[in-house]
């Protein structure tokens, strides 16, 4: 007990040495509050109108937003192929938002949709940009107080929603099990993706959401008989592709540079080896040596070891 409190001072200090006042300390909970609050609400809103595939698909657009305010605003390095994905992963959501035609209930959902990852970017560069790189007691102590908020601030909304028509609430018909289920895996999931980052690197982490697209499309298929064609599979597609060159390391063409000139290097040296037969060009002196591809001429030369 007295060093869960000894790590809780000390996480504070930190936050007061950083220029942080109390009352800035809880404004910013509060404002990171508000955001998630509000991803979690629109991207749920959107499950009852559109598949779940399709939600996931335009959530992993947030990574592209996340980049692009990254740029912005945490002034990270200019990648011209990540400006690639990002044009996919809008193109990808284009066909998405017409993939029922001209129809305004999917229109205005993948509108809501997007809000959500716009949203999520916005919490996730702030937060760096906020507390930068933090330790695992300081991110422990930042999300008990936005979950103390969440639960003793952020409750009138439900009443709000209720009394002006906005949600029904019948329960009688609530299904406990799924709801159950589905907050545990929500709960799970915020954990890895919160305190992740203090044991593993940031892109295993966001790599999650792209196998999370396939499998969650196995599981509309095979039990809610979704099908996926033509638009649909290619905006979804779109948003993957782009998905996975948002990722690309900054440094990727220099990556890309070595793996082909060692190829090439291979490859030549390969077709001289063909060319010259057991002769091989040396290539500090430029000369041909022949190679030995027979062991038992060297063992001939050595004598054999008499045992008496």
Known sequence: MQLNILYVFESIQQFMERGFSLLQFFTRCGLFCILWILSNYLLIYTIRKLDTTVVIALFACSVSFVYLLSWVVLHQQFVGIRIVGLIL?????????????????????????????CAAAIYKVFYKRTLGYTTFAQTSLFFTLVGFMNAFLIWPMVLLLYFTGAETLSWTHIPWLPLSGAAALSLNANILGSFGLCWTYEIFLTLGLLFAIPFSA???????KVSFIEMKLGGILLIMFGFVIVLLPDNWNQYLANILRSRLAKWKRNEQLKKNGSRVQDTSTAQLSRLRHTKWKSQMMIKPKLWY
């Open 218 to 224: 196995v599981i509309d298929a095979t039990i809610y």
């Open 89 to 117: 992963c809008n193109t990808g959501t284009a066909l998405l938002a017409y993939m029922d035609g001209v129809n305004r209930t999917t229109l205005s959902n993948v509108l809501i949709a997007m809000i959500a990852c």
